[in-house]
């Protein structure tokens, strides 16, 4: 018990340290401008006045909280399994994500890279590097990021009218987040005994589940040092056939699961090398697995955000703004406002221009289906505030902005370009 009790403070005054971390202010920094960069796109499609930085501040410091929360339940498992940056290969890690960034965004991510270079590793015997660490750091980052899409990857959906094959237009929710994730990690160094300093933590027999790759010498012995580390861990989905939260929780409970079956490998492959191979592949091919699944369901499934047959479907209310003080929600339906029945939103908008205060009358389409049957049935009147200016409420609009299909797959800049040069050299 003393042990643990001693590990958990020395990892909270390590991670204090953080501050100092110029790569954590790095991280905090793109976040903040990727965080600012949303609230504007969010200001255009409400059609918001600029909100200027406390909105984007306030934000930041919600994703903040979260990666803080991540951080530190990632730190102690990094701790307690005993796995250590020391023998990974961050460099070859960082080079094999950039290009496959090149070729598709989503390529970005250390599960591709990861298992990449540890198939090189297995296989080729390049580079020299801990297979068994670099699939743990791996499955535990995405465990992080399960359970922070779990806690707020469905918070602010963005709402979008976009073009659907079938359907015509329908409502689309962009979600998109970026947490800054200070954690703790472990530096493997290799020591003679004599030198070992008498404030240590003697750790149990067992540990660590991960050896470490260095080798020491006679009377040599390897020491654990703790070391505050800064990472950055964003999501990115799209709801069609489901609600935003409903979306966000489904994507965490397949991530989640695809975590821990790749922590269970690397801690198999630790004691049983040859299970190394099938988790370096199942590093990308199990991520690429739960990206097509949800891909497939969104694209197979049935829009739930379709025109109704009477009136103007409300796709989004935003906190704190006239339509959500009014109680309006996303998926009810304005039929008229002071009597007065509008064909589009932008009727709507330009009627709201000159009053301070109107009648609506809504219908809540939670279920569809039931609300359909009902007909006038579960109508209410709701006093809207529209003096303000700033409504805080979208509609599905008559327009599509885009294509469903130009959301669903973001090209590196690698095909861009052949796709330029066969335009340009081989078109007719």
């Known amino acids: 018990m003393g042990t643990a009790v001693d590990l958990f403070w020395l990892i909270l005054r390590t991670g204090m340290y953080i501050f100092l971390n110029p790569l954590f202010w790095g991280v905090l920094v793109l976040i903040y401008f990727q965080t600012r960069s949303t609230v504007r796109r969010e200001e255009e499609v409400y059609n918001l006045q600029p909100r200027g930085r406390k909105a984007v501040l306030k934000r ?13 339940l990632g730190s102690i498992i990094f701790v307690v399994v005993g796995v250590t940056l020391s023998d990974i290969g961050i460099g070859y890690l960082w080079l094999v994500a950039i290009l496959g960034l090149l070729i598709n965004v989503r390529f970005l991510c ?24 670099i699939l743990m750091i791996v499955a535990v980052l995405h ?27 329908v409502g689309l929710f962009l979600l998109q987040k970026l947490w ?21 933590i003697d750790m149990p027999d067992w540990w660590p589940l991960i050896d470490t790759l260095i ?14 580390v800064a990472a950055g861990l964003g999501y990115g989905d799209m709801a069609v056939t489901s609600r935003p939260r409903e979306k966000a929780r489904h994507t965490a409970r397949r991530l989640f699961g695809y975590s821990i079956v790749l922590l269970l490998l690397a801690l198999s492959g630790s004691y049983f090398p040859p299970v190394l191979l099938v988790g370096a592949l199942f590093s990308f091919l199990g991520h690429e697995k739960v990206i097509r699944t949800g891909r497939k369901v969104e694209q197979k499934g049935s829009p739930l955000y379709t025109p109704p047959r009477e009136g103007l479907l409300i796709l989004g209310v935003l906190e704190d703004y006239p339509a959500d003080e009014a109680g309006l929600k996303r998926g009810d339906i ?3 406002a002071d009597g007065m029945v509008f064909q589009s939103p932008a009727l709507f908008y330009e009627y709201c221009r000159d009053q ?25 009147e709701v006093i809207f505030d529209s003096s303000t200016g700033d409504l805080g409420l979208v509609f ?21 370009l052949l796709s330029r040069l066969k335009n340009r050299f081989f078109s007719s």
């Open 356 to 380: 301070s205060r109107i009648v609506l009358e809504v219908k809540n389409r939670e279920n569809f289906a039931e609300s359909e049957a009902q007909g006038n049935q579960g109508v209410r």
């Open 396 to 416: 599905l609009s008559d327009r599509p902005e885009q294509r469903m299909s130009d959301l669903t797959e973001r090209s590196g800049y690698l095909p861009r």
């Open 143 to 169: 465990l992080i990021e399960s359970i922070l899409i779990q806690l707020s990857g469905g918070e602010k959906p963005l709402p979008l009218t976009v073009a659907h094959p079938e359907e015509g237009r």
């Open 215 to 228: 080798e020491i010498g006679s009377g040599e012995t390897v020491m654990y040092i703790l070391l505050p």
């Open 180 to 200: 800054p994730i200070p954690f703790v990690a472990l530096i493997a160094l290799a020591v003679m005994e004599s030198e070992v300093p008498g404030a240590v």
């Open 110 to 133: 250390f599960s591709y890279a990861g298992g990449i270079v540890g198939l090189s590793s297995i296989i080729l015997g390049w580079p020299e590097v801990n297979v068994a660490a």
């Open 334 to 336: 304005l039929l008229a």
């Open 60 to 72: 930041l410091l919600n994703s903040g909280l979260y990666g803080v929360i991540g951080g530190f």
